[in-house]
C-alpha cells in the first residue's frame, strides 16, 4: 500500500485521495490444482487444457494444465480489492478497457498484482474514476496478465448525501 494511505485511518478514502502514479503492490497467492476444478464446476469451462494434463502437455505453447484466464482475472480482482476498494467509501468496479492474458498460470505458480493509477478522472459531481493498471506476476518476475481496469469512487462531497447510482 502507498505510504500516503494509511489503512490505520479510520476514514474511508474518497476519490480525492487518490493520484495517478500511487503504486501498489498486492499479496501473492498461489494457484491449486483446487482453484481450477472450482472454476470449472462453477463455469462449466472444462476445455481439456485446463483439465486434461495429456492433452495441454501436447498443445504448442503450454506444458501441461493451466488455470484459466478468467480465474487469474477474479483472483487479481481480490488482490486489487486487498490494496483499494476495502479502504474506500463506496465504491465498485466499472469495469474493464483492456484485458490480455499474456503467460499462461499454472498449478503452483504463485501470482501478485502490481498496480499503478494511471488516471483519475471525474464522471459527475458525485464519483470519480480511477483508471488502473495492473500486471499479474508470477514468482519468476514473468507478467502473466494485463488488466486495465476500471474503479468507480465516490466524492467526498457526496459522502454527506449517501450512496446513489452514477
Not at 24 to 35: E, K, L, M, P
Not at 38 to 66: I, Q, R, W
Amino acid at each position: 500500500m502507498n505510504a500516503q494511505l494509511d489503512p490505520t485511518k479510520r476514514e474511508p478514502f474518497y476519490f480525492e485521495d487518490y493520484a495517478a502514479g500511487q503504486k501498489f503492490v498486492s499479496r501473492g497467492r498461489t494457484v491449486t490444482d483446487a482453484d481450477i476444478r472450482l472454476h470449472v464446476g462453477s463455469t462449466g469451462a472444462d476445455h481439456p487444457n485446463h483439465t486434461d494434463d495429456d492433452y495441454s502437455s501436447k498443445h504448442p505453447v503450454l506444458k501441461g494444465v493451466c488455470a484459466h484466464g478468467l480465474l487469474v482475472l477474479g483472483i487479481v480482482d481480490g488482490f486489487i480489492t486487498d490494496e483499494l476498494p476495502k479502504f474506500m467509501g463506496p465504491s465498485m468496479n466499472y469495469g474493464h478497457e483492456k484485458v490480455r492474458y499474456i503467460a499462461p498460470v499454472y498449478t503452483g505458480d504463485t501470482i501478485h498484482a502490481e498496480i499503478e493509477i494511471t488516471d483519475c478522472r471525474d464522471k459527475d459531481d458525485q464519483w470519480g474514476l480511477l483508471e488502473l493498471a495492473v500486471n499479474a506476476v508470477n514468482q519468476n518476475g514473468v507478467t502473466v496478465l494485463f488488466d486495465q481496469h476500471i474503479l468507480i469512487v465516490q466524492k467526498r462531497a457526496a459522502a454527506g448525501s449517501g450512496p446513489s447510482q452514477g
